[in-house]
């Protein structure tokens, strides 16, 4: 069924990504609820419901639900018995299926298996002894990652070293995980997908991801140095797996590239994506809005690319020596800011980021680093 302007979005989750659907969902003309767990959160502050509680809370989610005419997230560290129990309110968009795969490693990885896509070699890990076991057959290095709540790298440990399992198991603290090969990567990229409720598909990429610190730092379209192959492959891949998900919504699959040419999927997000944020400005429907679009059903958006941009994240360290100079950033031609609203800003915490068009790709790169390093105080 299609949902009108007027229809309320429910939004399990209240970050940044929630409070961008709620800006293209606003307006729009559709009214936002938000299960968050403060009314300081980035989506809390904008939207016209604010439900208190966590992400495992299930009345709270049931209240999400009731006041709803459908539920989407924007985080997939999302209680599964809250999301049903929501989703008995309103239609869960993405569903369940989408959200119980790509919250657990071990299902995700498993799941790509047993679809046929590539992924890193990897064996689930449950105990020191699985963990002793599945390095004799992935060899080292080797990188453990907890199936659950692992994110910008926490919840993982390299292992150089059979000798150093113990070491690896203590520091993941004991819990399920999956063991993959340390790949030599090229490059990594990503694809966004919006799928909508007719089956219609429309894509975002490849995107060029650049990591500092395990956290996405810098994003760049058109990605550099990826063959027309691997790009079309990487394309053809998104469509496969949003469609063996029975996607309603948006995904981004993120893929390894590795030195030997090879594409692998790295992992899946059911939802926004911190490598689409450059979309709201270089895209004529973005990510959010196409997230809006989808889950209301709404024909999706034309993506047509208004030219060549880069996204650079802002974390909290640009904050260190005081309010960072806004004017000399937004002094630059073609550069854009957006903050989430977040009070406090924390080393490591992602506060807002960056977007910069220019003629190419690497003049928008070029500018986007620019402007951020114009940002912090002497
Ligand atoms: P993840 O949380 O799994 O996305 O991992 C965070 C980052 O760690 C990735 O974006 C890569 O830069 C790096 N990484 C993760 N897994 C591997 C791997 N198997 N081989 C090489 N690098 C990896």
């Known amino acids: 069924m299609r949902l009108a302007p007027g229809a309320t979005i429910g939004i399990l ?17 559709y009214r936002v609820a938000v299960l968050a767990q403060s009314p300081e959160e980035p989506a809390a502050l904008v939207a016209d419901r604010v439900v208190a509680g966590a992400l495992h809370d299930v009345a709270a989610a049931i209240e999400l639900g009731q006041i709803s005419d459908v539920v989407t997230l924007e985080v997939e560290h999302v209680d599964l018995d809250a999301a049903r ?3 008995k309110h309103a239609p869960l968009r993405p569903g369940l299926k989408a959200l119980e795969i790509a919250r657990d490693r071990a299902l995700e990885k498993t799941f790509l298996r047993n679809i046929g896509e590539r992924t890193a070699p990897f064996e ?8 002793r076991a599945a390095l004799t057959g992935i060899g080292c290095p080797a990188v453990l990652k907890t199936t659950t709540e692992g994110y910008d790298g926490h919840g993982q440990a390299r292992i150089d070293d059979p000798e150093l399992a113990q070491d690896a198991w203590l520091l993941i603290d004991e819990r399920p995980a999956v063991l993959e ?6 490059q990594e990229v990503s694809v966004l997908i919006a799928r909508g409720l007719d089956g219609a598909v429309a894509t975002y990429g490849p995107l060029g991801n650049e990591h ?19 790009a079309a492959e990487a394309l ?20 390894f590239v590795t030195s030997a040419g090879e594409l692998l999927i790295n992992e899946l997000a059911p939802r926004p994506h911190n490598s689409g944020h450059l979309t709201m400005e270089a895209c004529e429907t973005s990510q959010f809005e196409q997230v809006v679009r989808a889950i209301t059903g709404m024909p999706l958006g034309a993506v047509d690319w208004r030219g060549p941009a ?14 960072p100079r806004w004017e000399e950033a937004l002094a630059m031609p073609g550069v854009h800011l957006h903050l989430y609203g977040k009070r406090e800003a924390r080393a490591g915490r992602k506060m807002g980021h960056l977007t910069a068009l220019a003629a190419s790709a690497a003049a928008a790169e070029e500018a986007v680093r620019r402007a951020r390093g114009l940002l912090p105080r002497g």
């Open 212 to 230: 500092a610190h395990h956290i996405l730092d810098v994003t760049v379209h058109p990605v550099q140095g990826l063959s027309e192959e691997l």
């Open 13 to 29: 989750g209240a970050g940044q990504l929630g409070r961008m659907i709620a800006h293209a969902a606003q307006r729009m003309g």
């Open 310 to 323: 880069a996204m650079a994240n802002l974390l909290g360290d640009v904050w260190s020596n005081g309010e």
């Open 124 to 131: 689930l890990v449950g105990s020191l002894d699985g963990l």
């Open 236 to 255: 053809a891949t998104a469509k496969r797996v949003a469609e063996a998900l029975d996607l309603v919504g948006l995904l981004c699959v993120e893929f």
């Open 181 to 186: 090969g340390f790949l030599r990567l090229e």
């Open 85 to 87: 129990a929501a989703g």
